[in-house]
């Protein structure tokens, strides 16, 4: 029904943002204020109400059917428990979607931020279509989610594919999880950016440092000077894309998606990068591995609000019972 919306959050550790989203994954309101993530779980589950009552007097009239909140992990999506998210201060064992049910009066839906996005991207964006995918966020660290015969795939408490943190080197900088070779430690946008300050230095006269102001590179700054045909940068970007390429076959091996889709702010390079990538991966994928299409993910910052929205929207299942009560909302009497 077209009157009809959920309510989605992405709560970050930097930014708070809520939406209205419909059946066709089309965002109906939007509003996002920074996240007091150092000041407890009492202050941002707070915020998150405030969020709420904004985001819904934009569109009084539609009917939300529910919350999604996609949030950093660990996390627990059945019991919808947030184990302790290392972004946000204090939060430890925080039954996030009772507290928001009684809050708000609808039924909520928690999820890992990754994971939302992974399930907005399989079904509005670039996995479209497809039965199975993987999804990987490359920006300051390495995240992803596994969309699995229209699932997401959980694994035990809701840990599964945590695929930064997979070993693909015996060398390298310490990940920030305490180990040696992470992909993320290896291959992430921040990786790349150290990699890039490593190799100049303030006003040396590197296009890398002009684009920069002569502060820190980043991995974008790599992305854009790659683009000026810079040397170094494509340099970079050829050595980034092949521990992508190495990361890849990995996740081709272990869960034959029909599609690998590829967000964050790297990915923004996807196409400078990808014919390093697809020859590694021809190298190093068994051959019947080495067709899966490697895309940029085309909902950019919203993949994981739709995502959220889409656990409320389209039931997979593994719904929660939905709050007992009154609601302030309108079109959802709590119960049912």
Not at 74 to 97: E, M, S, Y
Not at 146 to 166: C, K, N, P, Q, S
Not at 271 to 281: G, R
Request: with cysteine; hydrophobic share 45%; charged share 20%.
């Amino acid at each position: 029904m077209s009157n009809e919306a959920a309510l989605a959050i992405d709560l970050g550790g930097t930014e708070l943002r809520a939406a209205l989203v419909d059946h066709d994954g089309k965002i109906l309101a939007f509003a996002a204020v920074p996240t007091q993530a150092q000041a407890g779980p009492q202050v941002v589950i707070g915020q998150i109400e405030a969020l709420a009552a904004t985001i819904h007097a934009e569109a009084p009239a539609l009917a939300i059917l529910g919350v999604g909140v996609g949030a950093p992990g660990p996390l627990d999506p059945l019991a919808g428990i947030a184990v302790g998210p290392p972004t946000l201060a204090g939060w430890l064992d925080v039954p996030l979607a009772d507290i928001l049910e009684r809050r708000l009066g609808l039924p909520v839906r928690l999820e890992n931020d990754a994971n939302a996005a992974a399930l907005g991207e399989w079904r509005f964006g670039a996995g479209h279509g497809a039965r199975s995918l993987v999804f990987v966020t490359v920006s300051t660290g390495i995240g992803g989610g596994v969309v699995v015969d229209g699932r997401i795939l959980h694994g035990r408490r809701g840990l599964a594919a945590e695929i930064g943190h997979m070993t693909i080197t015996d060398g390298g900088e310490r990940c920030m999880c305490g180990v040696v070779g992470c992909f993320e430690a290896i291959a992430s946008g921040t990786a790349l950016g150290r990699r890039a300050n490593a190799a100049t230095s303030a006003f040396d006269g590197s296009t890398l440092r002009r684009l920069s102001a002569n502060g820190e590179v980043t991995g974008r700054h790599v992305v854009d000077a790659a683009r000026l045909q810079d040397d170094l940068a494509l340099a970079l970007l050829e050595e980034e894309a092949r521990w992508l390429g190495v990361g890849f076959t990995n996740l081709l091996h272990l869960y034959s998606p029909d599609v690998l889709v590829v967000g964050g702010g790297i990915a923004n390079g996807l196409d400078l990068m990808a014919p390093a990538i697809e020859a590694t991966i021809r190298q190093r994928a068994m051959r019947a591995y080495r067709d899966v299409p490697v895309v940029q993910a085309q909902l950019g910052r919203h993949a994981g609000l739709i995502g959220a929205a889409s656990l409320v929207l389209f039931d997979d299942g593994t719904a929660r019972v939905p709050v007992e009560g009154p609601s302030r909302y309108p079109g959802h009497e709590g119960g049912h």
